[in-house]
């Protein structure tokens, strides 16, 4: 991408062409309204429920189980309001974490604002959700549990499993957050005893602006978009359907792909994470440090595999990825939607980081398009940089 090196794919990726592929003559070919009667929209229609039935396969879910929508954002607000406003009334909880998407969080806020209880949990050090404390938060008046598969700034992947169990057992609707996961590890939505869980189209190289919401049968939950009857009356307005055959091709690719993938990016990850410690004095990476490389413990591995997050002491000022993006890499400071603010993380925060060295930090998240050169060149760019801003705190 003109020339950079992209280490931001948490924050989106390259389409494959594979992808493109697939939804090309849904765009110039055979553009009909899949609710038509006439033969065109039949097969809009069949190209739709084809990808449904491709995404309800990489998470062990029934078709009818996924609803399409306009992407991860869209479906954590369907799946907390919409569990929400389903509820006896405005005096029920919501329990969530401190390190969720602002797509999360702030949906929590205006539920807030709207008279719903809402309890943040807190994470340890490295990321992992205080079980003792959402488990005691547990009450009559909890109505769900919204916690993430994996944390997009700094990697942790959450214990979906025991908070599963948890939720089965005291009754209460269970939502994940799996925007970052879906894809790249193993999920089984009817083992970790999942009720809606989020996903979404261009973190796995599909197109931008589609995405799912799995609503497990029999989940009470109502619509938050009004009009026709698509999508079994969850969700009004006509389907994008070639956003939703191109996150179909992309969901099938990376499933096909994801031991492999998982694989090849943890190794660049290791190198990268190993490079940073033993060659950047006064670090310190954030997120959880096991890593077993294997794809069939990636559960217990408890980081993503691309996912590299560091702080650096003695940077009183200025940006670590501006800087970087000067020397052509393409880093980020934490989640996209917060690129332009000059506050903290609230991810980093919640670790224990003082505001200065969350300030004071990057995040690179690589993906199976990258090279090992890339990674060496990103590592030597980061090193002037981080000497240079040394330099200049210290004038
Ligand atoms: N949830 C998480 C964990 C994310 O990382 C993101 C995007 O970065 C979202 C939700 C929002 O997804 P989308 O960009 O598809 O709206």
Redesign the pocket.
Known sequence: MNDCIYLDN??TTRCSEKVLEAMLPYMVENYANPSGNYASSMECRRAVEEARAVIAGVIGAAPEEIIFTS????S?NFAIKGSMYAGAGRQSQIITSKIE?H??INTCKYLEKEGFFVKYINVDRYGTVDLYQLQSNISRITRMISI?YA??EIGTIEPIEEIGNIAAYYRKIFHV?A??AFGQIPIDVNKLQIDLM?M?S??IHGP?GV?ALYVRKGSGIESLLHGGEQEFGLRAGTENVAGIVGFAAAAKEAAANMNDNFIYVSKLRNHMINRIMNEIPECRLNGSRVDTGRVENAIRAKRLPGNVNFSFAGINEGSIPLMLDTAGVCASSG???SAFSEAPSHVLEALGLEEKLALASVRFTIGNDNKIEEIDRAVDELKIVIAQMRESSRA
């Open positions: 948490a924050a992407g991860g954002t869209e954590d998407h797509a999360v993430m944390n997009n957050d925007v970052q989020s979404s261009h973190k931008k995405g989640s996209a939607c």
